[in-house]
């Protein structure tokens, strides 16, 4: 047993170790979290020095408002159809190029790059390409074909916006899961082929459950991004067309900056964080049951 002495000069050095972290951590998150709470319960238009205390009619408001509730449905839609689509892609290529060879490294390069690319850029590229004067609708028209309305149709515009969040972030799950395939226990799957299961047995009762912690890592964090989307709306739809591709993010920039109304926008980004903080709770959760149901 340590003498009380140093277990005090132990203390005092866990203590000074783990400082830094812990102011970085108040003045990084604690600290604005706190400070939007607070604005979201004030009318605060960004100038005022002395905003006046409203209350909870900012929540009220937004609660209300059907601006707000079709961005909380396109953003809803997006975060479930783009965490689905990154998930089955990025196992699927994961799959294919997880193999420690030259050809799988290129693949795994090429497949990441659009997310080393900006999001206002991805935007900017496939608003180029989708646009009604862009390359797809040039090709057709050239060749007598209609006009597709990828970014002027608010159904189209929708699905475009979902299937290029998907292009540019699923390399960020193939590669993810590349790295939980590879620790898959090879006698485990020797065993397997030699009890002569098939690869899709192999596959469900084996490789998935391996990489069980791997698939939540990429659905949270899938989900979370997702959520959060807005330079790519700003470059590829700026929202519309009439405002129907709008994300929450989006919205609440928009109220905030364009509006002056930092209040209401605060209380915007409180809803948003109190859903994405739950959702991504509930997903980890949901998961973890189904790791322990999986290994029982």
């Given at each position: ?200 047995q192999t596959f469900r009762h084996v490789t998935l459950p391996a990489i069980a912690p791997v698939v939540t890592v990429n ?77 029982a």
């Amino acid at each position: 047993m340590r003498p009380p002495g140093r277990r005090r000069d132990g203390g005092v050095a866990t203590a000074v170790m783990v400082l830094p972290a812990t102011v970085l951590y108040t003045v990084m998150l604690i600290v604005p979290v706190g400070l939007a709470i607070y604005l979201s319960l004030t009318d605060w238009d960004g100038y005022s020095a002395a905003p006046a205390f409203v209350g909870g009619s900012n929540y009220g408001e937004v609660l209300s408002d059907p601006e707000f509730r079709r961005a909380a449905f396109v953003t809803l839609l997006a975060a479930v159809v783009g965490t689905v689509g990154m998930n089955v892609l990025g196992l699927g290529f994961g799959m294919l190029v997880s193999r420690t060879t030259r050809v799988s490294s290129i693949l795994r390069t090429i497949l990441f790059y659009p997310h080393v690319l900006s999001a206002l850029v991805v935007g900017f590229l496939w608003s180029a390409i989708l646009g009604t004067n862009g390359a797809v609708n040039s090709f057709l028209t050239s060749h007598g074909a209609k006009l597709l309305p990828f970014l002027s149709d608010p159904d189209w515009a929708t699905a475009t916006l979902i299937a290029v969040l998907v292009w540019a972030q699923f390399g960020v799950s193939t590669v993810l899961y590349v790295a939980g395939l590879q620790t898959v226990p090879q006698n485990l799957l020797e065993a397997a082929r030699i009890d002569g299961a098939t690869k899709w047995q192999t596959f469900r009762h084996v490789t998935l459950p391996a990489i069980a912690p791997v698939v939540t890592v990429n659905l949270v964090l899938s989900l979370i991004t997702l959520l959060k989307t807005y330079d790519l709306v700003v470059s590829l739809t700026s929202g519309g067309p009439a405002g129907q591709t709008q994300t929450l993010a989006y919205l609440i920039l928009w109220n905030s900056f364009h509006d002056g109304r930092l209040g209401f926008g605060s209380a915007q980004s409180v809803v948003l964080m109190i859903v994405t903080a739950g959702l991504a709770l509930a997903v980890t959760r949901l998961r973890r049951r189904a790791d322990q149901g999986a290994h029982a």
